[in-house]
């Protein structure tokens, strides 16, 4: 394609940021977002991104940091400015009576209103996927919302049966074959569908999201030295080898990799992604690797979602110490999902 | 003290490096390491260093490797020169028919010997301490011996009942609340009474091998999130928690941290060592920082004993491809702590 014809293409709809929880640390990240890549271009996304949240609180939230910013509002099929904020307003609530750290009824709704309007926007193309900040399960309880978090609303606003979190950094990726179990438990969980559907949406996501054509998976094992035939567990030998074996999809999957050094050698460049049999086995060592700037990706959505990786961090909303790294990579990570997705017509 | 006093004090006995099997990457680590050491003296340790083994093998093998190096017979007592690799053989068998990777009756008889020697000349005083080069669980077998590995040897040698590993490294130290056990297994095989043993023994070696006065030690929790209230497990509250408040010896101890995040914290210089529930809790996050020089020390034995932080690796020995990384930072490892003893008059 040369550039004569790429000029000639409209560029993609934005993507949006979801504000999350209000009185989180979402507007305060948002704001360092937009400010940082105002000052600094080359920090500017691929893409133009817009808000979904409150300008207020936003307003608000410059104001309290000392950052100037043009904050306007922005709507459907408006050209998205360079060097101004363009924020889609949810709801006509003017949330102008917070207290950092406080959700209320009222927070609780509106955080709940942006990701609806989210998914709304992007399904009718307006939008080309959404990159969401934290919400929390309390405000979300609050709200009467009857999910425990972000991905099972969004699996159900979209329809989707089959998700799963991937956790994402330039190091590591990791997928989780379970998630949030006791561990004693797991072992009776894991099954050979499991893992293999687990293997399954990860070489999809990896050749459609990230471009890779062959992916190289590792599938962690379950016990230390994967058992070591059979003496500290048999796990690996009635289901993680059989789950490997029988798949016949597409990918260069190899395992059960001993736990304690599968993810050195990822990080290594061995392979593309580590399909991990617990959320610590998966989170510890993604979290040494990626604490600042990890983020979750949800795979099995026909809409494009990432997140950043903590949560409305109440404890210091408000105080000026959030980071915004995360939001940055998951903002720099959706924009790059889209362009792979673009680039094969998804 | 100054310059004056400390010349006219005599040296410590030497440290010995046990060469472990000798068809395994034991000898040529050792020839790499006083390579280097003599190559560039500041890596010299601080302490002399022995080995304990077999001359002709480690002749054969500077040869095979192409370094040039003076190595004489070492006996005890004997002052360790300079530029010379001293050697205590353990035993008169030449083992000049060997094949690299191939254990023997002769080899894996001499592997065990090495160690007996070790302990004994600490015992009598001729010696400061160890650091062990690898063994093989299958050499062990075939030369009749009824331990699973060095760690269990050296506890019976010396009588000692409660040992513990420890993984060391400069940026994250680990101890190991249950270690070869399947990962099913683990709720069950935790009590208050392990846990506060693992507490006490990580606070004592802090203290007295690595010179730490108020050591601060993290216990990790079994489950995500540390079950996040009982949702997805109580171990933290049942066992863990009440280990750590029931603690009463010195130290600075707290948890239970979530798993995801401790190491992080651990890495970043929050704690001085991380308690684990288990292996591929503290190993996974140890590996992916110290994979090439982390150091295996064992707490409760009343010798001073590293080790290297990986095997007999007999698919690659005799190829000259083995790092000595890890023995360099046992041997410093192991000097430190002899120092640290000395000091206290221990």
Redesign the interface.
């Known amino acids: 394609m040369n550039s004569e014809n790429s000029m000639s293409i409209d560029p993609p709809p934005p993507l949006a940021i979801t504000m999350g929880c209000p009185v989180g640390i979402g507007p305060e990240i948002i704001v360092k977002f937009f400010h940082d890549a105002f000052v600094d271009q080359k920090n500017l996304p691929a893409m133009a991104v817009i808000v979904i949240g409150n300008t207020n609180v936003l307003l608000r939230t410059a104001g309290e940091l000392g950052i100037s910013l043009n904050i306007q509002p922005w709507h459907p099929g408006d050209p998205v400015k360079p060097d101004v904020v363009s924020v889609f307003d949810s709801d006509d609530h003017p949330l102008d009576d917070l207290s950092w750290g406080k959700p209320t009824l009222a927070t609780s709704t509106a955080m709940i209103r942006y990701i609806e309007d989210g998914v709304r926007l992007i399904s009718r193309g307006a939008l080309s996927g959404m990159v969401t900040c934290p919400i929390s399960k309390i405000s979300l309880q609050r709200a009467g919302s009857p999910f425990p978090g972000h991905t099972e609303m969004l699996a159900s606003l979209t329809g989707s049966s089959r998700y799963r979190m991937m956790m994402a950094g330039k190091r590591l990726k990791v997928v989780l074959a379970t998630?949030?179990?006791?561990?004693?438990?797991?072992?009776?969980l894991l099954t050979i569908t499991e893992i293999q559907d687990c293997i399954a949406m990860t070489v999809d996501s990896l050749q459609h999201d990230f471009g890779c054509q062959n992916p190289r998976i590792a599938v962690a094992g379950?016990?230390?030295?994967c058992?070591?035939n059979g003496?500290?567990?048999?796990?690996e030998e009635t289901c993680i080898t059989p789950a490997i074996s029988g798949y016949d999809g597409p990918g260069e999957i190899s395992g059960p990799w001993p736990?304690?050094?599968v993810?050195?050698q990822a990080?290594g460049g061995d392979y593309d992604a580590v399909v991990a049999m617990?959320?610590?086995?998966g989170?510890?060592?993604?979290?040494?690797?990626h604490?600042k700037d990890g983020v979750n990706v949800t795979l099995g959505l026909p809409i494009v979602r990432t997140s950043v990786d903590h949560g409305t961090a109440y404890d210091i909303a408000g105080q000026g110490l959030a980071d915004p790294a995360s939001l940055k990579a998951a903002i720099r990570m959706a924009a790059d999902i889209c362009s792979h997705r673009a680039g094969e017509g998804r």
Do not use: C, V
């Open positions: 998630i949030h179990e006791p561990l004693a438990r797991i072992s009776s379950l016990n230390p030295h058992g070591e003496m500290f567990g048999s796990e736990p304690d050094t993810f050195y990080a617990y959320h610590d086995q989170l510890i060592p993604f979290k040494l690797l604490f």
